[in-house]
């Protein structure tokens, strides 16, 4: 474990914000919200989403899974997950019925009114989405870890580089 996060650290700079201008990507003005999707409605997309929601300024407008709502989605199966058991908690904090529910995250990744993406999906989907996100001009927040490999790594980078969106792995 040592090694490989210090190989990590050596790579990605300590994996913190990478935000190397902005190039393509859309920035909202500081007297803008941001639009956010939560990607992964399981229970670690539940703690970030909890988090966003708090934040003035940032508005979660979508919520992305493919399983409506389940009990056994996640780490536990103490407490149903799922695209719709979001949407219930999102249109409840905001006292509203607008937040999108949906199953292809290629939806989230086309549509031009969301800003950015919080990832929190299996390990093995954090840089393919990652990277068609910032392909896409949106701003990533994803779950640790990162990426499975260095290569994936690379590829964030550079599409965060690419398309002057700014990328944090928590």
Known sequence: ???????????????????????????????????????????????????????????????????????????????????DVFKRKVDKFYDTTATKSVADFREVIDDPTVDAVQISTGDYWHAPLGVAAMKAGKHVYCQKPMTLGISEGWAMIAAAKEHGVTFQEI
């Open 1 to 83: 474990d040592f090694i490989r996060m210090s190989a990590l650290t050596a790579i990605c700079g300590g994996c913190g914000p990478f935000n190397i201008g902005a190039k393509q990507g859309r920035r909202p003005k500081p007297s803008e919200t941001l639009n956010l999707a939560i990607i992964g409605c399981g229970p670690m997309g539940d703690g970030n989403m909890k988090a966003f929601m708090r934040d003035p300024r940032i508005r979660v407008t979508h919520v992305c899974d493919p399983i409506a709502e389940s009990p056994y989605h996640g780490y536990d199966a103490k407490t149903p997950h799922g695209r």
